[in-house]
Structures are given as C-alpha cells and as structure tokens.
C-alpha cells in the first residue's frame, strides 16, 4: 500500500469533478472522477468551510465515533475497468473491520476525521498518471511497465487536467 494525499479537488467546464490524490513517496498522482456533492464535501473540509448542518460525511464520523469507533484509514484497493473500489478501515471494540465504500465518500471521510488514505500498488500501476510522462518527457526505464500507459493515451489526462480549475473559489459565483 502507498501512502497518498488529497492535491486537490477540480473541476472542469462541463461541470465534471476529480480528486487529485499524489502519492507521498514519488511524483505520481490518480486521479478519481467524483461526483458534486462529493467534490463540494472533500473540498469544503480541505478549506476549513463548515456547513451549518452536518453532511453524510460529518454524520457517517459522528456515527462511528458515538459507537466507540476509530477510522483507522481508507484504501483505493481496486480498479476494474474504469471504476475505482475502495474500504474504510475501523477499529471498534477491539474489532478491526473493512467497510465497502465509493472512493469519494471514503475520501471526503478521511478529510475529515484526518486519517491516512492508502492506494493499493497495483492501482497506481495501472492508472496513476506521471507529471514526465504528461510532458512527454520519457521515463525513466526503472518506472516503466508493461502496463503503464502510452505518451498517446495519457494525451487526454493532460488535456483534462489543463482544463480544470480548482476549486479554491468553490460556491462563490
């Protein structure tokens, strides 16, 4: 398992959302298309915006948290084709268990109760996107793989991502 953070939370003209997750111990990122509701409750937290009601998020923590719970981490364990799988990881009453979870919303948990969020290596093999390779500068041969993606394939990463903005501003209009 890789130890990631959230870079950022995007979103591009035709209102689609991505988190950026980066890796902590090299310069790769994965990135996770999301929903809006999502995107506005894992960006919110990253800037310190509190809602005057609690969200799901805040509720799914209370909850865990009120039953004498702890999350422990979050894991982007699976890629199948193009959807991402991910768990929650608690620990209650001596108990750890996996809870089956959306990315985002185990995410947007994670942000909020400040736990580490893990990606399975066989995830980043197959989808995490390297700035070098985004400019088409060639890597280095102890990064590359048989699976890793071509100059041509990763063409719509960078132009997805050169379109996004961030959501520094979100909610002002």
Excluded at 2 to 28: A, G, H, P, T, W
Excluded at 41 to 68: C, E, K, N
Excluded at 125 to 135: G, R
């Amino acid at each position: 398992m890789v130890e990631m953070l959230v870079d950022s939370v995007r979103f591009s003209r035709n209102q689609s959302r991505v988190v950026i997750l980066k890796d902590q111990r090299e310069e790769r990122y994965l990135l996770i298309w999301i929903g809006q509701a999502e995107s506005a409750a894992i960006a919110h937290q990253l800037q310190g915006s509190a809602y005057p009601r609690p969200l799901t998020h805040d509720l799914l923590r209370s909850v865990i948290t009120q039953m004498g719970g702890r999350v422990v981490n979050v894991t982007i364990s699976e890629l199948r084709q193009t959807t991402f799988y991910a768990y929650i990881t608690i620990e209650v009453n001596g108990r750890t268990i996996e809870v089956d979870a959306r990315p985002s919303d185990a995410i947007a948990l994670a942000v909020r109760v400040k736990c580490p969020i893990y990606a399975a290596e066989a995830v980043l093999d197959a989808a995490a996107v390297v700035p070098e390779e985004i400019e088409g500068t060639p890597q280095s041969q102890s990064r590359k793989s048989t699976s890793s993606p071509t100059h041509d394939d990763l063409a719509a990463y960078r132009d997805f991502i050169n379109g996004l903005d961030i959501l520094d501003d979100f909610g002002k209009d």
